[in-house]
């Protein structure tokens, strides 16, 4: 009883341990280029091993109703040595890489209505007003590359270090679009929290000892 205690206590500390590095990546628009659009979001990274992982980005288009207008791509930075692809997102968006931003720096991935960032695909397919919608891109890489990955490693900033991620607009009630980037901000999963979840991993062991003995 005791070395299955002591393996529970393990249990909780590593656990613990890795829940407590794991974080939100939320993030707020700058004010656009035009002033016309404006979204809020957020970025999950999940290693998932075997070369693997997955990369989530949910956004919202937070901009006036009486604009108008459609969120109609996404850009963002990452690190060398990955491959990437779009495995699923709102319907009309392709998976672009790199992505040309003008008059940002080229961003390295992204997705985007008909596959171009500026200006692909009738606007009215892209995500409205109060309307969220999330991005899953499959990540393939080295394992020791991968398992080093947080969500700030897909925010890199751009080639004048000003820039990390980029929304594209179109469609404005006044035939208006825009260009607008994000600052961001990790959330980490609170001590306690994690400390929680770890215990009851344990005692699901535990128990599944007992009824296995």
Known sequence: MNNLMGTAAAAV????????????????????????????GSMTWTYLGSGAGSLSISLTNTSPAANGGYLTGLAFNTVDGLTMGLTSGRAGFSFVSP?????????????????????????AGGIGVGVSDTFVFGVSGDDSLLSSLSEVSFFDLDASGQYRFAARFRG????????????????????????AGAGLLAVGFIRRRRAAH
């Open 99 to 123: 992505v040309a931003a003008n008059p940002f720096d080229p961003f390295d991935v992204g997705a985007a209505l008909g596959g171009d960032w500026l200006g692909g695909g009738n606007p």
């Open 172 to 195: 404005f009630a006044n035939g208006g679009s825009d260009k607008v980037t994000a600052d961001f901000t990790p959330v980490p999963i609170p001590m306690p929290l994690a400390v």
């Open 13 to 40: 500390l590593m656990i613990g341990a890795s829940v407590c590095n794991a974080a939100v990546l939320n993030f707020t628009s700058n004010p656009g280029l035009e002033g016309n659009g404006s979204y809020t």
